[in-house]
């Protein structure tokens, strides 16, 4: 019984817990999308999201201090979290981006190139190491190509859009309406398919730098909750400069009670987690 509670919480639980993220960051590129068929800038979406989520966290500094003994918040840290934000920001606005311009399957496939420039920074850096008699390294290897060769595949190739209408209406309806081409592949052209697989892949890219300096900073400053806070408050900062200086529309900064704010709440929730 002992080992099967054990087994349970050491393999079980933490294969759950990837499963449920992943479930949750496919329904957040869905929405995202969603809310920019609407008409949302995915600019204004980082910086709202950052913000509101840093604001939350704000308190949170104070109660880590209260509650336990940390070591002095210095400088050099505090630059580690801005590169942090910096690494993070940039990968928020290439991966919103590449969802805007292709749709979120294509995210959630090319999301699977996350273990694999994971692998290859690991070794880079010395993380990992190598042993290519080991079946362990062996596998990483292989899992690393097909990963890298799936996800040039569903980037540079597109099959055949299938579109279920019941009526010749019903698919005019369909067409016409901005909010209902969420999950036709073929609305956009292939050269928007292929700029968003780039910018998805620069996304995916950058992930695993920044889990390596989150995991650096970790060891010097052991308090997520703080950490977290100050990194939303780099992201925030850093977007709200390139979000001023691209997105001149004053109506886009309006946030209006439909999905768009949804999709924001529910960001921030996911950012409120790390």
């Known amino acids: 019984m002992v080992w099967r509670w054990r087994y349970c919480y050491k393999d079980v639980l ?67 979290i801005g590169l942090l934000g910096l690494i993070g920001s940039s990968s928020q606005i290439m991966g919103y981006t590449g969802i805007n311009y292709s749709s979120p399957t294509l995210a959630s496939a090319i999301s699977n190139l996350t273990p694999a420039f994971t692998f290859i920074l690991a070794i880079i850096f010395r993380m990992e190491k190598l042993a290519w008699k080991r079946t362990s390294s062996q596998a990483k290897v292989i899992g690393t190509i097909i990963s890298i060769t799936g996800a040039f595949v569903v980037t540079l190739y597109k099959g055949p859009a299938i579109v279920i209408a019941s009526t010749p209406s019903s698919s005019l309806q369909q067409h016409l309406n901005p909010s209902n081409r969420l999950f036709v592949g073929r609305n956009s052209s292939n050269t928007n398919w292929v700029i968003g697989g780039i910018f998805l892949t620069a996304e995916y890219i950058l992930v695993p730098l920044w889990y390596i300096v989150q995991t650096q900073i970790m060891k010097e400053y052991p308090d997520e909750m703080t950490v977290v806070c100050f990194y939303n408050l780099c992201v925030s ?15 886009a900064w309006r946030l209006k009670p439909d999905i768009a704010l949804a999709s924001v709440v529910c960001s921030v929730r996911n950012l409120c987690h790390g």
Do not use: D, Q, W
């Open 14 to 80: 933490p294969f759950s817990a990837m499963v449920t993220m992943e479930c949750i960051n496919v329904g957040l590129n869905t929405l995202f999308k969603a809310a920019t068929l609407m008409g949302m800038s995915y600019h204004v979406f980082v910086i709202y999201a950052y913000a509101i989520a840093a604001l939350v966290l704000l308190p949170a500094p104070f109660f880590s201090y209260r509650s336990r003994v940390l070591p002095p918040l210095t400088f050099p840290i505090l630059c580690k």
């Open 237 to 251: 900062f850093i977007a709200a400069i390139v979000g001023l200086a691209t997105e001149r529309n004053a109506s």
